[in-house]
C-alpha cells in the first residue's frame, strides 16, 4: 500500500471532524460529520490530489466511505504496489 | 418522492420548426438521460427535441418549436443549463437492485382502450378523471401497500390539506433544488376595487394573464409529495424515544411537466402513497430495506414483470445540482422500482429514499439520543402503479391475480 496516499486523505479530512478522530475504517458519512454532497467533494479531491481519472466502475460508495477504502481505490487506480494484509 | 421520466423523444412533430443547437463540447451518451430531462423546461417555446449523438457523444440538440427560434439564444440556453447542471457530474454505472423473475409482454395501447371504455378521461394538460375497475385497482394497491407498511412497523396515518406552504417547500430545500415543478396557489387580493376591476375587466373578455396583477399571494403551494407535510407536522420536535416513528398520507400532489403524452404515464395531478421513517440512521435504513423486499414480493407474487434500480430526483439549475445527483446516485440514496408499459419502456411507480439527516436538520427535527434525525420515505404514485398494472394483465378481470380479482 502507498503509505503518501494515507495522510493525504486523512489531511482533506481533517478540517471535517469538527476535532473528532477518525480511523482507518471509520464511516465518514455514518458518523454525520459531512453530509451527503460531500461525496462529490470527495471524489474531485482524489482525482485532483492523485492525479487519475474515476470512471463508472469506481463510483461504488464502498470504495469512498472510510479512509481504508479511498486509500486501496487510489493505490488501485495509480497502480501501487500493494502489500499483502495476510502474509502466507 | 418519485420522480417523472426523462423526457420521451417522440421524434419530430408535424408543422413545427426545427432548429439545430451545437453543444459547445461533447456530453457522454450515459448522461443523455440528464440533458434529455432538462431541454423542455429550458424554454417554452420548444415542444420537442432530438439529441444528436455520435461517437464523442452528445454533441447537440434538434429542437422543435411552432415559430422559428432565436437560435443563439437557445444555444445559450441549453449549454449554460448543461454547464450547471449536466457536464459537472460524474457518470456513475447502472444498477438494478431487484428484477422480478416474471418476464411479461406488455401490448401498446392500453390508455387508448381504458380511454374508449370511459374508464380513463383526460380533463386537462396531465389531468385524467379515472373509473371504474380503475377505481377498484387503485383502492386495492392503496390497501397492499399500508398493510405491507402495518407489518412492518406501528404507523401513524394521516390526512393532509391539499395546500402546503410555500415556507415549507422553501424550508424543505425544494424551492431551489426543483423550481421546475412548483405550482403556487394565488387568488384575488381582498380588496373592493379589484373585485370591481376584476368585474369591469373581464365582463365581456376571456380571463388572461393580466389578472395576475390583481393577486398577491404565493404563500401556498400544491404540494409535489406528501412528506413535506410530515416533516413540517413534526417540525421543532424530539422523535425517536419508543423507536422510530413511521408516518404515512395518501394524497394528490402535483408537478409541472413541459411535456406530455397524452397517457397516464406523466401527469401534472396524481396521487401519492408516502411513507415516512424518522429515526436513527440504522433505524430508517433497515426500515427502507424492509419496505423493499415486501414490496418486491408482492410484486412477484402478483406476477408483475419489472426491476428496481438506483436513481435520482431531477433536481435542476442549482449551484449543486450535479452533486446532488452525484451523491444520490453514488451513495444509493435513491431507488425506483420500474415497471413495463410498453414494448420499449418503463415507469417509475415508486422510489425507497434516504434523506440522510437533512430534513432533521432542515426543519429542527431531533432525535431523542440527540442531533437531528435521520429520515427515509417511500412514495407510490398510485395511478402509474394500477395503469402499469392495467398494461401487464389488461382490462378483463379473468385474467387478474386471484388476490386482485377478490
Not at chain 2, 387580493?189 to 390583481?214: G, K, M, S, W
Not at chain 2, 413535506?228 to 416513528?245: E, L
Request: glycine share 8%.
Amino acid at each position: 500500500m502507498n503509505d503518501a496516499v494515507r495522510p493525504r486523505v486523512h489531511d482533506f479530512l481533517k478540517p471535517k471532524l469538527g476535532g473528532h478522530s477518525l480511523s482507518e475504517n471509520d464511516d465518514i458519512f455514518a458518523l454525520g460529520y459531512v453530509n451527503s454532497l460531500f461525496a462529490m467533494q470527495l471524489a474531485r479531491f482524489i482525482q485532483r490530489e492523485f492525479d487519475l481519472e474515476l470512471t463508472p466502475g469506481d463510483m461504488n460508495f464502498d470504495n469512498f466511505r472510510t479512509v481504508d477504502a479511498i486509500v486501496r481505490l487510489v493505490d488501485a487506480k495509480t497502480g501501487a504496489r500493494t502489500t499483502p494484509e495476510v502474509c502466507p | 418522492m418519485t420522480r417523472p421520466e426523462p423526457m420521451k423523444v417522440a421524434g419530430p412533430p408535424s408543422g413545427v420548426v426545427a432548429t439545430g443547437i451545437k453543444l459547445s463540447l461533447p456530453i457522454p451518451l450515459s448522461l443523455a438521460d440528464e440533458i434529455g430531462r432538462r431541454i423542455l423546461f429550458l424554454s417554452s417555446d420548444i415542444v420537442d427535441f432530438e439529441l444528436v449523438t455520435d461517437t464523442a457523444g452528445v454533441t447537440g440538440v434538434t429542437v422543435y418549436s411552432a415559430e422559428p427560434l432565436d437560435e443563439s439564444a437557445v444555444t445559450r440556453k441549453i449549454n449554460t443549463a448543461l454547464d450547471i447542471d449536466v457536464r459537472p457530474q460524474f457518470a456513475t454505472p447502472a444498477r438494478v437492485v431487484w428484477r422480478s423473475p416474471v418476464s411479461r409482454e406488455v401490448a401498446e395501447g392500453t390508455y387508448e382502450e381504458l380511454a374508449r371504455a370511459g374508464v380513463v378521461v383526460q380533463t386537462g394538460e396531465g389531468q385524467i378523471a379515472l373509473g371504474e375497475p380503475l377505481l377498484e385497482l387503485f383502492h386495492y394497491f392503496d390497501r397492499a401497500l399500508v398493510d405491507l407498511l402495518k407489518s412492518s412497523v406501528e404507523i401513524l396515518q394521516y390526512q393532509y390539506p391539499t395546500l402546503i406552504s410555500t415556507e415549507t417547500l422553501q424550508t424543505a430545500g425544494y424551492t431551489s433544488a426543483f423550481p421546475h415543478h412548483l405550482f403556487f396557489i394565488t387568488r384575488l387580493h381582498n380588496d373592493i376595487d379589484v373585485y370591481r376591476d376584476i368585474q369591469n375587466t373581464y365582463a365581456d373578455t376571456p380571463l388572461d394573464e393580466r389578472l395576475l396583477r390583481f393577486c398577491r399571494n404565493v404563500d401556498y403551494c400544491l404540494p409535489p409529495t406528501m412528506c413535506y407535510h410530515t416533516f413540517s407536522q413534526y417540525r421543532g420536535t424530539t422523535v425517536g424515544a419508543d423507536g422510530p416513528q413511521a408516518v404515512t398520507a395518501l394524497g394528490k400532489a402535483f408537478r409541472f411537466e413541459a411535456g406530455y403524452a397524452t397517457t397516464m404515464e406523466r401527469l401534472w395531478d396524481f396521487t401519492i402513497r408516502e411513507m415516512v421513517f424518522m429515526g436513527t440512521r440504522t433505524e430508517v435504513l433497515a426500515l427502507r430495506e424492509l419496505m423493499m423486499t415486501k414490496v418486491f414480493d408482492f410484486l412477484r407474487e402478483l406476477g408483475l414483470s419489472g426491476h428496481c434500480e438506483v436513481s435520482n430526483d431531477p433536481f435542476f439549475g442549482g449551484a449543486d445540482t450535479s452533486d446532488r445527483i452525484f451523491s444520490q446516485r453514488m451513495m444509493e440514496l435513491k431507488y425506483e422500482v420500474r415497471l413495463p408499459v410498453g414494448s420499449d419502456r418503463t415507469v417509475a411507480v415508486g422510489s425507497f429514499n434516504f434523506h440522510t439527516d437533512l430534513f432533521g436538520r432542515s426543519f429542527g427535527i431531533e432525535h431523542s439520543d440527540g442531533g437531528p434525525v435521520s429520515s427515509a420515505c417511500v412514495g407510490f404514485g398510485m395511478e402509474r402503479l394500477v395503469y402499469a398494472f392495467l398494461c401487464q394483465f389488461g382490462l378483463d378481470k379473468t385474467n387478474w391475480p386471484p388476490g386482485v380479482r377478490s
